[in-house]
């Protein structure tokens, strides 16, 4: 089921309050002809902030799914895309942080929905402690102030140096000591934007991924097996040796071996350890 002759000119709502539509409408539009909406009146917010001052309710899909459905409800439409941002530790490499993004699209009428994601080390996600105006001046520096935002105790989106001085100047007078960290909405961090852009991409991709057996969109991948052989003694490494593909319409699920062979012995845990 080729989805540009069933989508082409109907109508995505996209649920943001975060101009996330600026990267995702276009993307949908030249896939499959979508023409996208941003429900008014819709609050994501009430499904999680980064700054901690909602929890999310689920982890990053079901939050996603929660409010493509809340778009849906405000709209009375058949169509809505929702992402979802998680920022932290790499889970290989804890000390590097990474931005994960998932884009999910619900087709309610056809009973459609696509996941596409994303990880970045691309991410400026990060946070301090300052106590003079000149260590929060470094701060904004290492993270790219003013194209990306900031959130300076509880003053949130700061993106020109006259607030970020006045509410500095604010919190050092009231307590001598400041939380200030990164403003990762989207509208207010270029480089998430960026990320989720290509979980979209990654989205159109799988929807034009056909089940071989029923001709479903959305044939992906679900699972990824290490054990690649060492290319100089043949032990397995980390790297992917293997991958299963899964329709969630029909169920039919396929394995198959990653085009290389070998491993580059740089992965090996004994040729390079």
Known sequence: MGLEAVWRGEVVAIATMHGKEQVIGPLLAAAWGLRAIVPAGLNTDVLGTFTRDVARPGDALATARLKAEAALALTGGAIAVASEGSFGPHPDLPWAAVNRELVVLIDRQRGIELVGEALSWETNYRQTQVRTWEEAQAFAAAVGFPDHGLVVGEAKGVRDRETLAQAVQAGLAQSG?????????????PSRMQVIAQATQDLVAKGRSLCPVCGWPGFAITERWPGLPCALCGLPTPLVRSQRWVCRHCGYQQEEPVAETVADPAYCPLCNP
């Open 177 to 189: 000591i400041l939380w200030l960290e990164t403003d990762m909405r989207a509208m207010h961090n």
